[in-house]
């Protein structure tokens, strides 16, 4: 008889070669199968928090270990898994002992952004499958590395944008690539919006005792302690975080590039600065419009304001196409409208709801159900029933290169030419040193 971790291993690869397309709305509170998927969860405070609630009630999903650098947040996520299941995850701090271990099957990472790929290309040489959340990087040539490390040791890689497994979403995808129900689809607009407020000029202060710092800063060179980084406000530095571009804007970008069938652009330009306040350590743009071209005629724009709430279109994020016999709009969920090219609505298919599960959540307004089915279609993948939705290389990489090369281009403040093959930047020694980062000594990632 085949033992559970040989079909684990076996069972994912003759899944992706069969080349399965699979849709399983989760059923909570289901007996669970035999072939259950145990998780580890790195970096619990938020994001990983929600998420490790959403998987561990699902039909044959654990979670068995905890990964964590500050003590406050593993007992949120100790208290937050309490509630899903009966097992008590066991807590190991350190992500290197964490993939000593060999009785849980895959990674998922949610810790800060400079922790993305590092964590995922370990997880995949220690023979884990992996859900990194967005961005799966924190610059262009870690998602490259990311992509050879999976197809090295043959492990699964999903990236958290979770909008590639919404029913609604993915019917929308076949309405227009494949019936044409706008016409043949030329430009996209997305946008997203939110009203941060300053974080102020950190003070060097002592490391909290409850703090891992050194642990927390991992592959990122080494800076000071401040008392306005931890836990969200990297976000808006560069040595950790990526900005609004790939916090949030990655969901539309990705959709956006999704509908209109592209991949890498030749021309990136993108404009805007810290303008709402400017006279505190926020790093990044709080307000940004990027622009990409495309070979075939094809563009999209993406709009952030961190700093001012005014919504677009009637929604605070979101994404519009413009075809040549309509347009289609989403709010940010999913759901969607279709206008023909005189502006009247033709159809509405609204978002569907789970009876009797959380529909809002502050680190995810799609709410468990849409959640829930990003993280099995990742588990089915595993057990070799399903194909990934949002595999590293077609989806996640590509997706994610576009929020970085709009951010090169705002940091060297110019326009960028770009090889439609894969995305590098062509002619430009400045803007191409952005494309990878420095490490600190020992940390580099390592396939």
Not at 199 to 213: N, Q, R, Y
Not at 368 to 378: S, V
């Amino acid at each position: 008889m085949m033992k559970r971790r040989d079909f684990l291993k076996t069972g994912a690869m003759a899944g992706m070669g069969a080349g399965l397309t699979y849709l399983n709305f989760p059923v909570f509170g289901q007996q669970a199968p035999s072939n259950k998927v145990v998780l580890a969860v790195m970096g619990v405070n938020s994001r990983g928090n929600w998420l490790a609630q959403v998987a561990a009630k699902l039909p044959g999903a654990e979670i068995g270990y905890v990964c964590d650098v500050e003590d406050g947040a593993i007992q949120k996520g100790l208290k937050a898994i309490a509630g899903a299941q009966e097992r008590k995850p066991e807590v190991i701090k350190d992500i290197r002992k964490l993939l000593e271990k060999k009785d849980f099957d895959a990674l998922v990472v949610a810790a800060p952004d400079h922790w993305h790929a590092p964590a995922a290309i370990m997880g995949c040489a220690a023979g884990k499958h992996v859900y990194v959340e967005k961005p799966c990087s924190q610059n262009p040539n870690e998602g490259e590395l990311l992509i050879e490390a999976a197809r090295k040791h043959k492990r699964l890689v999903q990236m958290g944008n979770q909008r590639r497994s919404w029913p609604n979403l993915n019917q929308a995808v076949k309405e227009v690539k494949e019936q044409g129900i706008i016409g043949k689809v030329y430009y996209a607009r997305g946008w997203y919006v939110n009203s941060r407020q300053p974080i102020g000029i950190g003070k060097k202060i002592a490391v909290p005792s409850t703090l891992d710092w050194d642990l927390w800063q991992g592959p990122a060179p080494r800076k000071d302690y401040l008392d306005n980084i931890v836990h969200y406000n990297w976000h808006w530095r560069w040595n950790w975080g990526t900005g609004e571009a790939c916090n949030n804007g990655t969901h539309e970008l990705d959709c956006m590039r999704w509908f209109l069938d592209v991949e890498f652009p030749t021309k990136v330009s993108s404009s805007g600065g810290r303008y709402a306040y400017p006279k505190d350590d926020w790093e990044t743009p709080d307000t940004q419009t990027i622009n990409f071209e495309f070979e075939g005629g094809k563009s999209i724009t993406w709009e952030g304001r961190s700093c001012h709430p005014y919504e677009l279109e009637g929604s605070g994020r979101g994404f519009a196409l413009f075809g040549e016999k309509g347009a289609l709009y989403n709010s940010g969920g999913d759901s969607y409208k279709i206008f023909d090219e005189k502006g009247k609505l033709v159809k509405e298919v609204k978002q569907q709801q789970n009876p009797g599960q959380n529909v809002t959540n502050v680190v995810s307004p799609a709410g468990e159900f849409l959640d829930a089915i990003h993280i099995t279609n990742f588990l089915d993948s595993i057990r070799g029933k399903a194909t990934l939705n949002s595999e590293i290389e077609k989806v996640g990489h590509a997706s994610v290169t576009l929020c970085h090369l709009g951010n090169i281009s705002q940091r060297v403040g110019r326009v960028l030419h770009c090889d439609p093959k894969n995305g590098h930047i062509l002619n430009d020694t400045a803007a191409a040193k952005l494309w990878s980062r420095t490490y600190e000594k020992g940390w580099e990632p390592k396939i």
